[in-house]
């Protein structure tokens, strides 16, 4: 890996953790970067996953220190993913490459339509319901599933679980997710290593500027520059669609 490789991992990685730990999409950025420098699209999947649990951990641990923690529901939930995204990593190293990319195209102008979307004022949901019901039993094994086959705009999902459904303001919306991400990426990610679908050099380069990037969105909350971010996924995730249905 040259050196200018390493530095645009570093970066894209350093944004990509503040934007996953504040919202999602982080991997909008760090998949076309991966691609970009040239890695196939299931090997930069794989490799994406390091970065995931390394800044997941990382999240976790500066919100604990901020003493913004529910272990015990977050475990709880975590499990619930599992199933699903082992089952989803499974299917993802068995496909072809060619077939991972256009649903990995697919996906990502699904994605563009949800940013364009206006979005609703938010509001308080309220006390958070911390029952367990079967309508988030069954949200978590399909959210475990789809975080095991592609990731990409899994804290969307999750979002939208734990705020709308159970309750959680936002603060704690995040506190969970990126506990529940890094829980159920683990096994996803051996899956992967197994299949030999990971590069560890740019996996781990990545990392750094994830993990860097979560602690602080973690540690201050920052909520700044949402109109510049959303601007950046918009162009990353129509050039990774471009190039997967190869426009160019």
């Known amino acids: ?51 995931i649990v390394i800044q997941s951990l990382t999240g976790s641990y500066a919100f604990a220190r901020s003493d913004h923690h529910q272990f015990d529901m977050s475990f709880k939930l975590a499990l619930l993913t599992l199933p699903g995204a082992i089952a989803g990593a499974l299917l993802s190293v068995r496909i072809s490459n060619e077939m991972f990319h256009k649903i990995l195209g697919v996906v990502m102008i699904g994605i563009i339509i949800s940013l364009l979307l206006p979005r609703a004022k938010r509001v308080d949901p309220g006390v958070p319901d911390k029952k367990i019901t079967p309508k988030v039993v069954a949200a978590m094994l399909g959210i475990g599933f789809y975080g095991g086959f592609i990731q990409v705009g899994v804290g969307f999902l999750l979002m939208a ?75 990353a995730v129509l050039l990774m669609s471009a190039k997967l249905f190869k426009l160019f």
């Open 161 to 235: 679980v734990l705020h709308y459904v159970m309750k959680f303001n936002l603060v704690y919306v995040n506190v969970h997710k990126v506990c529940i991400v890094a829980l159920y990426t683990i096994p996803a990610l051996l899956v992967f290593i197994v299949k030999g679908d990971v590069n560890w050099s740019y996996g781990l380069t990545l990392a750094a500027g994830n993990s860097l990037g979560a602690y602080g969105a973690a540690r201050y909350a920052v909520r700044a520059g949402e109109k510049w971010i959303k601007g950046v996924l918009i162009l």
């Open 1 to 51: 890996m040259t050196l200018h490789a390493a530095c645009i991992l570093f970066g894209v990685g350093l944004i990509a953790g503040f934007v996953n730990v504040n919202a999602g999409g982080g991997s909008t950025i760090t998949l076309p970067a991966l691609i970009f420098l040239g890695l196939d699209a299931p090997v930069a999947n794989g490799t994406n996953r390091i970065g």
